[in-house]
Each structure stands twice: as C-alpha cells, then as structure tokens.
C-alpha cells in the first residue's frame, strides 16, 4: 500500500511537470505555450521544438503583430518583458501574455525611409554578406546575426548594413519598397516573401538563379534554399 501511494504521488509529480509549461514561456524567443487550437484561433503561428516538456499538441505561439483599441499597433510577449502598455483579450496564452504597445510612432516614422528605393547599393553584395551568417542559429524575435534572429530581424539587419531601414516585421516590411512582379524579374537583394492564408509569414533574400538566403527555422537556422520551395506571394526591391 505504501509503495502504491509513492507511485501515485511520483505519477501525479511527473504529470504536473508535463503540463506545467502550458501558458508559459518557449524555451527560447518571446512565444508562449499554448495548443495550437487556441493560437490559431488568436491569430498566432506556431512552431514546433520550442515546448518540449509539454503534449504534443502543446506548441510555441507566436503572434508578432497586434492591434490595441486605440488603433496603436504592438507585439504579443509576457506583460514581464513589455516596456509600454499592455493591454488584454489580443493574444493567445495566459493573464500574463498580452499585447505590447510601445514607441509606435517612432516605430512608424522610421519605416517611411524604405518606401524609395535606394539605386546606390550593388545587391550582390548585400547577398555577399547575408550569406557570410549561414548555419547560424534561429531565434523568434531574436536580433543577433550571430547569435540568432528570425526571417525579419535577419533581412532588417542585413540592409541596415547598407544603410537601409526596414520594418521589423515581415507583414510591414513587404508594404515597402517597389514591386517585383514574379521571380523572373527578381534581382539580387530583393526579397521574397511568402503567405499562409493570405497573411504574410515569413521573408527572404533572394540571391539569383532562383535561389534565397533566410532564417529559416529553429531547426535549419540561416539557411540557402530554393526560392521556390514554397510558393512566393510578393517580391520587393529596396534598391
């Protein structure tokens, strides 16, 4: 009886171990852990790896962009790490995983000075020095070329090399810039971006000969894949 009770306990121990990350953080970038139901229906994407201790349809969810009542546009992370106001209801997760408004217009002021391309700046060698970062590691919301970034901190740090400032979401930064239509007019440096559900998701550099240089995933990290590996949606030149 003894040692039935012990098993008992050490069971119900390990269960609450399983489900104890469950609203929490991912075990890296600014996500939270939560069934990939619920961060589909707030509008989040998910990523697997990233909740390892939880079930399998516990996933990391990330929800880059949301929009506070007052119109101000912010990014959903723990109210512990927002410098600005938070405010409820806009995000998938717990009490304490809200949306995060801060410096907005500063944020949009900068954005304005992609909107013209720069004719300046040779695109191969802005691929030259992408390409010097592969097989470095993936981070969401990270901002470390070395250390590790996501699709949109790769390219905005990339360009910023250049003297280029772009937005620091992918959704923003492919309302930039000139159009390209499709990849047979696309040049080195452009970049290609991609959709799910009509909803822009995720964004490359394209090196030429139809190939892109990204941050792909926590798996991959940066990475040259096939531009078509998936299939583009925009294409946008800052120079």
Same mark, same amino acid.
């Given at each position: 009886?003894?040692?039935?009770?012990?098993?008992?306990?050490?069971?119900?121990?390990?269960?609450? =171990?399983?489900?104890? #990350?469950?609203?929490?953080? &991912?075990?890296?970038?600014?996500?939270? &852990?939560?069934?990939?139901?619920?961060?589909?229906? =707030?509008?989040?994407? @998910?990523?697997?790896?990233?909740? %390892?201790?939880?079930?399998?349809?516990?996933?990391?969810?990330?929800?880059? #962009?949301?929009?506070?009542?007052?119109?101000?546009?912010?990014?959903?992370?723990?109210?512990?790490? /927002?410098?600005?106001?938070?405010?409820? $209801? +806009?995000? %998938?997760?717990?009490?304490? !995983? #809200?949306? &995060?408004?801060?410096?907005?217009?500063?944020?949009?002021?900068?954005?304005?000075?992609?909107?013209?391309?720069?004719?300046? *700046?040779?695109? $191969?060698? *802005?691929?030259? @020095?992408?390409?010097?970062?592969?097989?470095?590691?993936?981070?969401?919301?990270?901002?470390? +070329?070395?250390?590790?970034?996501? &699709?949109?901190?790769?390219?905005?740090?990339? !360009?910023?090399? !250049?003297? *280029?400032?772009? %937005?620091?979401?992918?959704?923003?930064?492919?309302?930039?810039?000139?159009?390209?239509?499709? +990849?047979?007019?696309?040049? %080195?440096?452009?970049? *290609?971006?991609?959709?799910?559900?009509?909803?822009?998701?995720?964004?490359?550099?394209?090196?030429?000969?139809?190939?892109?240089?990204?941050? =792909?995933?926590?798996?991959?990290?940066?990475?040259?894949?096939?531009?078509? @590996?998936?299939?583009? /949606?925009?294409?946008?030149? !800052?120079?």
């Amino acid at each position: 009886m003894h040692l039935n009770i012990k098993l008992l306990f050490l069971t119900l121990i390990a269960t609450q =171990a399983v489900l104890g #990350k469950v609203n929490g953080k &991912c075990s890296s970038g600014n996500g939270v &852990c939560v069934s990939t139901s619920s961060c589909t229906k =707030a509008g989040g994407t @998910y990523v697997n790896g990233l909740c %390892p201790s939880d079930p399998s349809n516990i996933k990391c969810c990330n929800k880059s #962009k949301c929009v506070a009542p007052n119109g101000k546009v912010g990014s959903c992370m723990f109210t512990s790490a /927002c410098k600005g106001t938070t405010y409820s $209801n +806009l995000c %998938p997760g717990g009490s304490d !995983f #809200k949306c &995060c408004v801060t410096n907005a217009t500063t944020t949009k002021a900068k954005a304005k000075t992609t909107t013209k391309a720069n004719t300046s *700046i040779n695109g $191969n060698k *802005i691929v030259s @020095y992408a390409k010097q970062f592969i097989g470095n590691p993936y981070v969401y919301g990270g901002n470390s +070329l070395t250390k590790g970034c996501d &699709c949109s901190g790769f390219t905005k740090l990339i !360009f910023a090399k !250049f003297g *280029i400032t772009l %937005p620091r979401q992918s959704s923003d930064q492919a309302t930039k810039g000139k159009s390209v239509s499709g +990849l047979s007019n696309a040049k %080195p440096a452009d970049l *290609i971006f991609y959709c799910s559900n009509g909803s822009v998701n995720h964004v490359a550099i394209y090196e030429g000969n139809n190939r892109i240089v990204h941050a =792909a995933n926590s798996k991959d990290g940066i990475k040259e894949s096939n531009a078509n @590996y998936q299939t583009p /949606c925009k294409i946008r030149r !800052f120079i």
